[in-house]
């Protein structure tokens, strides 16, 4: 799918000039320029060019091109078809494109599994990461659902690494307390998004949009042990599960969880907040770290 503010224009340019000013056609396909005139022989770089002189009809050195360019944007740039396909607005990694994410608000997807938002398009590791995977050969990953809600707040993001060939990780602090966020496989990191160094809210609010975390080239073994469509709502259910035995082993331990960790089954939004540090470091010990699997949880 290309991004729906891709849009297409038939453009003109002078073939001689040194700087391409594209100049789009009117829907009626003519303009009214001296390029496209017979006015095109008093043009000094025409008359300053040794070949192809002709006083009749449009310039022959004036070409035409099919271009692309984001109707999103304020000044429209114009890209060669090749290019936009190569680029994130010809392809699903549009979804990440701040401009994009500015202007369509695309919100939270409508598949959950009882509660927990989970899009089937994308692939899901054991620790709760994600990967978008599109068809020009890149990637994009962040945290899940059932993460983000379990974090609620967070009070700022710090990047390990910004590029490279890494397992690509992150350092998400919530009430005062450090909790590494891992992407299980190594893929070649070429950007984060640091857009959330300064507001981190869309990490829980837009955990699918606009809070992704990393961007790169996936290898072959970068998808190795995820899960997607029916796999990844099994399993989800039984994280909610696990989730549920987790909190209420913590109630014994903590005097301020206190009856609001569960909302109707679901365990309440934020509950990170709520758990004392020990906790904490257990809860994403056993649900967060890289090193979670699916089979052999403790219980
Ligand atoms: S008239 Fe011909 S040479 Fe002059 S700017 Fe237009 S296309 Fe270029
Ligand atoms: S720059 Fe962003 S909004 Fe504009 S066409 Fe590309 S992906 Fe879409």
């Known amino acids: 799918m290309t991004c729906p503010f891709l849009k297409e224009a038939q453009v003109r340019y002078c073939r001689c000039s040194t700087v391409r000013k594209l100049i789009?056609?009117?829907?009626?396909?003519h303009s009214d320029e001296?390029?496209?005139s017979e006015s095109h022989a008093s043009c000094p770089v025409y008359q300053s060019q040794p070949e192809e002189e002709t006083a009749f009809g449009p310039c022959p050195y004036l070409r035409?091109?099919?271009m692309q360019y984001c109707g999103a944007a304020s000044v429209a740039k114009f890209v060669p078809y090749s290019e936009s396909l190569l680029s994130r607005c010809g392809n699903d990694g549009y979804r990440y494109c701040e401009l994009y994410l500015a202007m369509a608000h695309p919100g939270m997807p409508t598949e959950d599994v009882?509660?927990?938002p989970l899009p089937g398009w994308l692939q899901y590791s054991a620790n709760h990461m994600w990967l978008d995977v599109t068809d020009d050969g890149s990637c994009h990953a962040g945290i899940d659902g059932f993460l983000s809600r379990a974090l609620g707040t967070i009070d700022r993001i710090t990047y390990v690494w910004l590029?490279?060939?890494?397992r690509p990780t992150a350092v998400i602090t919530v009430a005062g307390t450090d909790?590494?966020?891992v992407f299980p496989n190594s893929f070649l990191l070429t950007k984060c998004n640091l857009y959330l160094r300064a507001d981190p809210s869309k990490i829980t609010t837009e955990p699918y949009t606009g809070g992704?975390?990393?961007e790169g080239v996936p290898a072959p073994e970068t998808t190795d042990n995820l899960v997607r469509g029916s796999e990844a709502r099994h399993w989800m259910e039984e994280e909610q599960r696990h989730m549920n035995e987790f909190l209420q082993q913590s109630g014994s331990h903590s005097q301020e969880l206190g009856p609001s960790y569960c909302d109707g089954g679901l365990f309440a939004s934020g509950v990170a907040r709520h758990l004392d540090r020990d906790r904490l470091l257990a809860l994403s010990h056993e649900f967060f770290s890289p090193y979670a699997s699916r089979k052999g949880k403790s219980k």
């Open 64 to 66: 035409e091109s099919l």
């Open 163 to 166: 590029a490279g060939q890494h």
């Open 24 to 29: 789009p056609l009117s829907p009626a396909g």
């Open 212 to 214: 992704w975390l990393f």
């Open 179 to 181: 909790l590494e966020v």
């Open 34 to 36: 001296k390029c496209s």
């Open 114 to 116: 009882d509660g927990i």
